[in-house]
């Protein structure tokens, strides 16, 4: 079973950009579509963007624009640049093999941005 684990996130400020890293663990990394999910205070976890195994790419409304999503395969690894960052942006951003909210089995401990003057 693929593992993924979360890093990059941190605090900064309004406008600036982070970019968060997702690792894989396991054999199956390049036969996966990785998605990035953020739980933003007072909601509920919502799709951010996903990248499948041939490199094509899907946002979310709130990413468009801003976010990019990426992977290279050779180290098992999927990023999210982010851009332009907002004070709503702040929260826990989280990366499953999947797609969707709903097709996630478990969550990883996913790393904290916070965005904030």
């Known amino acids: 079973q693929l593992q993924l684990v979360e890093s990059g996130g941190g605090l900064v400020q309004p406008g600036g950009s982070l970019r968060l890293s997702c690792v894989g663990s396991g054999r199956t990394f390049q036969y996966e579509a990785i998605g990035w999910f953020r739980q933003v205070p007072g909601k509920g976890r919502e799709a951010v963007a996903c990248v499948g195994t041939d490199d094509a790419t899907y946002y979310e409304d709130i990413a468009k624009g801003r976010f990019t999503i990426s992977r290279d395969n050779a180290v098992t690894t999927t990023y999210l640049q982010m851009n332009s960052l907002k004070p709503e942006d702040t929260g826990v951003y989280y990366c499953?093999?999947?797609?969707?909210?709903?097709?996630?089995?478990?969550w990883g401990q996913g790393t904290q941005v916070t965005v904030s003057s």
């Open positions: 499953a093999p999947v797609c969707t909210v709903i097709a996630v089995r478990s």
